[in-house]
């Protein structure tokens, strides 16, 4: 959120009129009260501030722009000290004897998005947009109102302007990543929290968000170290329950289960209500193969949260995994299974087509040599989460023919590969030359994906292909559309990364180095793709792919000049640059 004020240059202009010469403006009492206000304000003395202002406002005579120049200032004052609605009542003044001041809908709807009602705060930031066209921060803030109304989509476009007017800012990026991965583009998500990152090297939102990202893509040695990153920067006395929960998944993921553990006592000692971290503790729990004391935390989640559909499947997957085996003790064997299938069946009343559910049971019939009503399940989750590898596996392993994702293919086939949209918006890249490699394409803009070509490169990175996809048009413009690389690995069978080739004319620079990659977007943002772990002998002189430079000797690329921005102009603020710009998350 960035609450903007710049109204000292309103009080410039009204010492000019109230009278001629230094003098003159100094024994302007209505006048030097505001700026006592201004001057508290900066310093971050709230309560001095307002009391300057109420002074101020008690002249009898006080021109309309100077009067609502006041009244906003002091609803900024009352917003800092968390009196919210008095400084929506402050807004409402202002706006009443100046409605042509985009900075106060801007600080307005900020205001609402703090009392909880970002549908109207949108109305305000809608109406600073209109009155100033390059108002970055309204475009950042009508952004997270979006993130909180679920609309991802217009979201992203608002921190993609926002990011055009503010590029250095690390607030929009912070906010374009989130949508990103909101919109399960982890891999934009990533770039675009790094950028924040470098932006500002403390910024706590940012780490947390890019650990979660990073979290998605299976990444857990990144997420943790981000998470950990995040903890370091808060105030060591005030404990973050979602950060540690955060870091314990990271570290579980990685097979720290010590680690994962001592976050979740933390998190759970910090907040002993915190749902999340107990059905996490028993996950963990069950990997260490501690099932009594899985049990115990999923009977917990259940207690505080008697509609939790995953913690009834969890509890259910613990009570499978706990059974004895048939041979030593068939009757107790078979209750155990029973009982996880109650669990189970519990689960899918509450959620009646949750994938994580139905993979459970699936298990659970397998168990009970029900193969049938078990294959039935696994397609069934697979139906529902066309991602979801364990049912994938569970159906190999059983013989079965894996259902081919739903739809037509889309675009034609190009070396092998097509496409298919197993899911609303989410796209599937598939060849029969590599089975098991099923890369996602990340979308974005209108329109659907497209192959446009496939490469393997050679020598020290045999084995790393790079898939060119048409990914999009903004539609904003001509030569609008967007072209991006997916790079995988085809031994691991894994995507790296997903990086851009190029946004209409403006093409990305990809510089090669002997293990690596620095992709540099049109914008100017480097970001260096580690192709291999070890380091292996520089490849031999190739022929560049797609015109992507390599550096030479392999060294860093230079600096590139970031590209003209569309929209023009800096903060944005009707053409004029704030005293504040306050940032928050």
Known sequence: MQFSRHNIGWFLAAFLVAGSGVEALAEDVTLLRAREGAAALMRGQYDKAVAAYDEALTAPEIADFVEASIYSDRGVAKWRMNQTKEAIEDFNKSIQLAPENATVYNNRGNALMDLGHPDEAVKDFDRAIALSANYGAAYNNRGNARVALTQYDPAFQDFRKAVELMPQSAVPFNGRGTAH?????????????????????????????????YLA??????????????????????????LLLLRARANAGDKKFNAALDDLNKAIEAK???????????????????FDDAIGDLTRAIE???????????????KLQAAPSAASNAEANSQANVDALNDVNQALQIAAIDPVALRVRANIYEALTRTDEAIADYRNALAQDPFQAESREALVRLGQEVPAEEGGILGEEVAGWVIKEPQPGRYIASNPKYPALRPELEMFGQGKPKILEWKLLKDALTGIGLLKYYAGDFGDGQ???????????????????????????????????????????????????????????????????????????????????????????????????GIFNWLFQ
């Open 181 to 213: 991965s909101e919109l399960k583009r982890y891999h934009a998500a990533v770039r675009d929290l790094s950028r924040a990152i470098t932006i500002n090297p403390k910024y706590v939102a940012a780490y947390q968000h890019r650990a979660a990202a």
């Open 479 to 577: 030569d609008s559309s967007l072209e991006y690389v997916a790079i995988v690995d085809t031994r691991a069978n894994k995507v790296i990364s997903v990086e851009p080739h190029a946004w209409g004319s403006a093409p990305a620079q990809w510089n090669w180095q002997a293990v690596s990659v620095v992709v540099t977007d049109p914008d100017g943002n480097a970001n260096e793709v580690q192709l291999r772990k070890v380091r292996q002998r520089a490849p031999a002189a190739r022929d560049d792919f797609w015109g992507f430079e390599r550096s030479a000797e392999g060294s860093a690329p230079a600096e590139s000049k970031r590209a003209a921005r569309r929209g023009g102009g800096g903060g944005g603020e009707g053409g004029s640059s």
């Open 217 to 242: 893509l299976g990444m857990y040695r990144e997420a943790a170290a981000d998470a950990t990153q995040a903890l370091t920067l808060q105030p060591p006395d005030v404990p973050n329950p979602d």
């Open 304 to 318: 505080l949260d008697p509609q939790n559909a995953k913690a009834y499947a969890m509890r259910a997957s613990v």
């Open 272 to 290: 002993p209500d915190l749902v999340d971290a107990y059905i996490e503790r028993g996950i963990v729990f069950t990997q260490a193969r501690r």
